[in-house]
């Protein structure tokens, strides 16, 4: 059976019913679009759109009309840029952009204040997106995948930021920023190309650093409280009567509006597991009510 396909401006069949149940969300995912409905736009009450794994290949500058949106899916598409209508999303506070074919963002992307969760992995990006640096409450970032080599020496003005996803990238040293993230709490810089590591004892909030599958041949020097993942690991945390070292989790949970930060950051029972794109993402978005 082919996934349905919708006519271009129109909602869904079944998109009345879903808004009927008064939670102002609407799931699209799974469904052949190359371009939103026209239709969607004029939601203007919509809170939570999933878009996620439909083969989108463009976004309409009307979606700026979603004045009220907090969630918005949009991962495994075909999108290779952004509108600056989405830019224009006051209430937003959760963004999907993972598994896409972004080079860059728009630079008005810093207007999104509310944002405390970005998953941008999975795309084409070389270059650290400036734009990000403005964005002082955002918590969650996920870069991995992508193609960076370095980060802006002005990354500690990302004051909110708790934890930075950054496994699979192209990174050979340490990024000297990094030091400066005083209160990062989740740190992941597995699958990159680095040699070796500082004193990470600057990091005073760190509390999981993972650096697995680098060519380095023993775990950096960190505080006691420091969760490690990566080549002589298990050996630290022998010393300091640790657990053994569990995989850490690649992506931060993605509802949170009932959660605590660092059931946020770590991810608990309420992630969203993305094994393959279309999957039903109501069951697995968590508890309901939006908290910002």
């Given at each position: 059976?082919?996934?349905?396909?919708?006519?271009?401006?129109e909602?869904?069949?079944?998109?009345?019913e879903?808004?009927?149940?008064?939670?102002?969300?609407?799931?699209?995912?799974?469904?052949?679009?190359?371009?939103?409905?026209?239709?969607?736009?004029?939601?203007?009450?919509?809170?939570?759109?999933?878009?996620s794994?439909?083969?989108?290949?463009?976004?309409?500058?009307?979606?700026?009309?979603?004045?009220?949106?907090?969630?918005?899916?949009?991962?495994?598409?075909?999108?290779?840029?952004?509108?600056?209508?989405?830019c224009?999303?006051?209430?937003?506070?959760r963004?999907?952009?993972?598994?896409?074919?972004?080079?860059?963002?728009?630079?008005?992307?810093?207007?999104?204040?509310?944002?405390?969760?970005?998953?941008?992995?999975?795309?084409?990006?070389?270059?650290?997106?400036?734009?990000?640096?403005?964005?002082?409450?955002?918590?969650?970032?996920?870069?991995?995948?992508?193609?960076?080599?370095?980060?802006?020496?002005?990354?500690?003005?990302?004051?909110?930021?708790?934890?930075?996803?950054?496994?699979?990238?192209?990174?050979?040293?340490?990024?000297?920023a990094?030091?400066?993230?005083?209160?990062?709490h989740?740190?992941?810089?597995?699958?990159?190309?680095?040699?070796?590591?500082?004193?990470?004892?600057?990091?005073?909030?760190?509390?999981?650093?993972?650096?697995?599958?680098?060519?380095?041949?023993?775990?950096?020097?960190?505080a006691?409280?420091?969760?490690?993942?990566?080549?002589?690991?298990?050996?630290?945390?022998?010393?300091?009567?640790?657990?053994?070292?569990?995989?850490?989790?690649?992506?931060?949970?993605?509802?949170?509006?009932?959660?605590?930060?660092?059931?946020?950051?770590?991810?608990?029972?309420?992630?969203?597991?993305?094994?393959?794109?279309?999957?039903?993402?109501?069951?697995?978005?968590?508890?309901?009510?939006?908290?910002?």
């Amino acid at each position: 059976m082919g996934i349905a396909e919708s006519t271009p401006d129109e909602l869904p069949s079944d998109a009345e019913e879903q808004l009927r149940s008064g939670e102002q969300q609407l799931e699209l995912s799974g469904r052949r679009l190359r371009r939103l409905p026209s239709a969607v736009c004029a939601l203007s009450r919509l809170q939570k759109l999933y878009v996620s794994g439909t083969g989108l290949r463009e976004l309409p500058e009307e979606i700026e009309e979603l004045r009220e949106l907090r969630i918005l899916a949009l991962d495994f598409n075909k999108l290779e840029r952004l509108p600056d209508g989405l830019c224009r999303l006051p209430r937003l506070t959760r963004l999907y952009l993972g598994s896409n074919r972004l080079l860059a963002l728009p630079a008005d992307f810093a207007q999104l204040q509310s944002l405390r969760c970005l998953w941008i992995e999975g795309n084409f990006l070389r270059r650290f997106p400036r734009p990000l640096l403005r964005l002082v409450a955002l918590q969650s970032l996920q870069m991995g995948d992508n193609r960076l080599r370095a980060l802006p020496a002005e990354l500690p003005r990302m004051t909110g930021l708790r934890g930075l996803w950054l496994y699979g990238n192209r990174f050979e040293e340490f990024p000297p920023a990094l030091l400066r993230m005083g209160r990062l709490h989740i740190l992941d810089l597995d699958r990159n190309r680095l040699g070796g590591f500082p004193d990470l004892h600057p990091l005073r909030a760190l509390r999981v650093f993972s650096y697995d599958h680098n060519p380095v041949t023993g775990p950096p020097r960190v505080a006691d409280t420091v969760f490690l993942v990566g080549e002589g690991a298990v050996e630290r945390m022998a010393e300091r009567d640790e657990p053994t070292p569990r995989p850490l989790p690649r992506r931060p949970a993605r509802a949170f509006e009932d959660e605590e930060e660092e059931d946020l950051l770590i991810g608990g029972a309420g992630s969203r597991a993305l094994g393959h794109p279309g999957g039903n993402l109501r069951a697995l978005e968590g508890p309901p009510g939006l908290g910002t």
